[in-house]
């Protein structure tokens, strides 16, 4: 009896709440579900985008032969001859690339990294967008997991699933709570660096440079894409001003892409998306989801594209540039440049280990930070 009465004292004891811990207990947390590649909705079926790598290889191929064949054209050597690339109307900025041009530069590359694997993690808990209101399972034009089974209960955690570490923050299933204070905390962030950005272009000159101010960046702009299609790239003039399709490129997103983005995730909280009435129930929160994940499909796209034109337009130039701020033939950009590559690489490998062991801290912190924004309700815990 006292045996029994002692076993059943230390069951209770067991029992027992322990403290809160900082760290996701990976062996409580939901079991991981892989899910599919990203489909894409055409009709009634369903078009498999890892299609679109060998697609894209032939559009870029064709795009070589195709544009080579028209230089080769006198009325296409005549319109590239009347529109070199860079718009008469475009003027030269004298200042180069400022000290703080530069910083927030760089700081709009570390923003975006959180950001871009924090939004991959929330849609990860939900991999699937509409453009209706009602989200009925079935009517979903854009999923990364498998059809929603009309046999039995399914849930949102039945729904998430599991990423690699090294693509969402954490990759874990159903951690839209940390996601989420990543994606807020460091957007928050981001959209103080664009404030402060778009007040010193348009204190300075630097405006100049991404801002049309003529019809004519679009014949430049299409001719600039014609030579760089060609591999017979225009002549560089990026220290003083950009060409036509440069600047179309960095007008979208910076004045067009930024802003929507915000916009539409403003609008994906519901205290938010149910107040414009009419036009709320048009860009209602399913909308603002499909609009947001076109936005990030843009910024990926721009990212990309950025990072192969730097090094295939002159690396030692464009780090020059943008990293020391001169226009020389030294190499004092090219060693600023690898020290912040360098930083953003250990940023994308600590994110993930980090949110996980400190996970509670990273709660905290956003909870802080959200302000006016914030909720007091948990986030994060134990999975049950």
Known sequence: MTHQSSHCSHDVLDDKLSEADDRIRLAHWTPPRNGI???????????????LLPI????LLAAVATAQSLRELTVVQEFIRQHPGIAPSTPVVSTGFPWWLRLQHFLNMFFMLFIIRAGIQILADHPRLYWKRDSTPGTEWFRFQHEVPADRIWTAKDDAVTLP?????TGLRHTIGLARWWHFSVNFRWTLNGIAFYGLIFATDQWQRIVPLGWDVFPNALSTGIQYAS?????DQGWTRY???QQLTYFVTVFIAEPVSIATGILQGPAFSNKPGWLGRILNRQVA???HFLSFLWFVLFIAAHGVMVLVTGLRDNTNHMFAGVHDESWSGFWLFLPA????????LWASPFTIRHARLVQKTGHKRQGVLKTHRPLIGRSQ
């Open 37 to 51: 590649l990203p489909h894409i909705r055409f009709g009634r079926g369903w078009f498999n985008t890892l299609w």
């Open 56 to 59: 894209a290889v032939a559009l």
């Open 165 to 169: 570490q090294w693509l969402g923050i």
């Open 231 to 235: 591999l017979n790239f225009p002549v």
């Open 243 to 245: 060409n036509g399709l």
């Open 289 to 291: 989801r499909s609009i």
């Open 341 to 348: 590559v360098s930083l953003l690489v250990l940023a994308w």
